[in-house]
């Protein structure tokens, strides 16, 4: 069964620091994601993205973060200047279409975060 | 708004009990909701769809619009199913929303 592809595992950035994590979707989803979950919380909303744009982000998605399908099989999310409290799982998601009960949201396996 | 709420961190049962994991939502307008599971070690995966009314692994889970909740069952609990549930509702957007999570571990 197809997966949802996330290197690296586990990204280790200092403060200040650009850090972007790579994520391989699902090769005939069209809607990508991207969720967080701070050690002990629950999972977060971050964005998502449809048709080479964002569609929905949240809150946390600020200034300070952007997504990218540079080629037709990645999809990134970038974290221009970490700070502390961006240290987090990060999960990479995609579906076939919107997350209704036909397409289910696949996650990857997560990228930890950590930023010193 | 959409909000889900799951009011318990951790249900700890014997094999062969009974299990309900509770979730109650929040929204204005006809929502989807999913559990999503997460074994050890492993990333998380749909479990279970209220528009399928399906039973996977011997779990199932009712939507009651009245009570606005979607609690997740099992008659009888297996070690294998320790791990953490999310409780998850879709809008007419395209955001997924989780509740916090429950961690459930059945003792042998």
């Known amino acids: 069964e197809p997966e949802v592809t996330q290197t690296p595992s586990h990204q280790v950035t200092q403060m200040g620091q650009e850090v972007i994590l790579r994520c391989v979707p699902i090769?005939?989803?069209?809607?990508f994601y991207w969720y967080r979950q701070i050690l002990g919380q629950k999972v977060e909303f971050l964005v998502s993205?449809?048709?080479?744009?964002?569609?929905?982000k949240s809150e946390i998605f600020d200034d300070q973060f952007s997504v990218e399908r540079p080629d037709g099989s990645n999809f990134t999310l970038k974290i221009r200047s970490t700070k502390l409290e961006d240290s987090a799982m990060y999960f990479c998601?995609?579906?076939?279409?919107?997350?209704?009960?036909?397409?289910?949201?696949?996650f990857g396996n997560g990228t930890r975060l950590t930023v010193t | 708004a959409q909000r889900v709420t799951q009011p318990e961190k951790l249900l700890s049962v014997f094999k062969g009990a009974p299990v309900e994991l509770k979730c109650n939502y929040s929204?204005?307008?006809?929502?989807?909701l999913f559990w999503y599971v997460q074994y050890s070690r492993q990333r998380l995966q749909l479990l279970l769809r209220?528009?399928s009314r399906e039973s996977i692994k011997g779990f199932t889970a009712d939507l009651n619009k009245g009570e606005t909740s979607f609690h997740l069952k099992k008659p009888f609990a297996q070690e294998e199913d320790s791990a953490m549930y999310y409780c998850?509702?879709?809008?007419?957007?395209?955001?997924?929303?989780f509740g916090k999570g429950i961690t459930l571990s059945v003792r042998p």
């Open positions: 209220h528009i």
């Open positions: 993205f449809y048709n080479n744009e964002i569609s929905e």
């Open positions: 998601a995609s579906s076939r279409g919107l997350p209704g009960g036909n397409s289910p949201l696949h």
């Open positions: 998850a509702l879709a809008g007419a957007n395209s955001k997924l929303t």
């Open positions: 090769s005939n989803h069209l809607y």
């Open positions: 929204y204005s307008g006809s929502p989807e």
